[in-house]
């Protein structure tokens, strides 16, 4: 079982920044693509950005790309989003998710990830 807790979440001003963080258990980059998905009220959870097994391909939702960074850190164990630029439309609960891989591809369905933090949310004022 792969444990995965969010953090980082709150309300932010249009135009402002957050830091999400994601912490997995120990060797998970080394077998998982994380990634991090959003799921506003009454729509479908969407993806926003993967990072794969050993970091070396990462993937972004047109909607965040330019904005928002996703990154690792093995040492840590962490898996981070840093958003910039924050738009009302950003507003979501936030999930990071792993898959386990056996290359370096970035999954882009979320049926294809097995593991799930519990979100955190993210508000965004006008």
């Known amino acids: 079982q792969v444990q995965l807790a969010e953090s980082g979440g709150g309300l932010v001003q249009a135009a402002g920044s957050l830091r999400l963080s994601c912490a997995a258990p120990?060797?998970?980059?080394?077998?998982?693509?994380l990634g991090w998905f959003r799921q506003a009220p009454g729509k479908e959870r969407e993806l926003v950005a993967i990072?794969?097994?050993?970091?070396?391909?990462?993937y972004y939702a047109d909607s965040v790309k330019g904005r928002f960074a996703i990154s690792g850190d093995n040492a840590k164990n962490t898996v981070y989003l840093q958003m910039n630029s924050l738009k009302p439309e950003d507003t979501a609960v936030y999930y990071c998710?792993?898959?386990?891989?056996?290359?370096?591809?970035?999954?882009?369905?979320?049926?294809?990830?097995?593991?799930w933090g519990q979100g955190t949310q993210v508000t965004v004022s006008s």
């Open positions: 990072i794969s097994r050993g970091g070396f391909n990462i």
């Open positions: 120990e060797r998970t980059f080394s077998s998982f693509a």
């Open positions: 998710a792993g898959a386990e891989t056996y290359d370096g591809t970035t999954p882009r369905r979320s049926g294809d990830y097995d593991y």
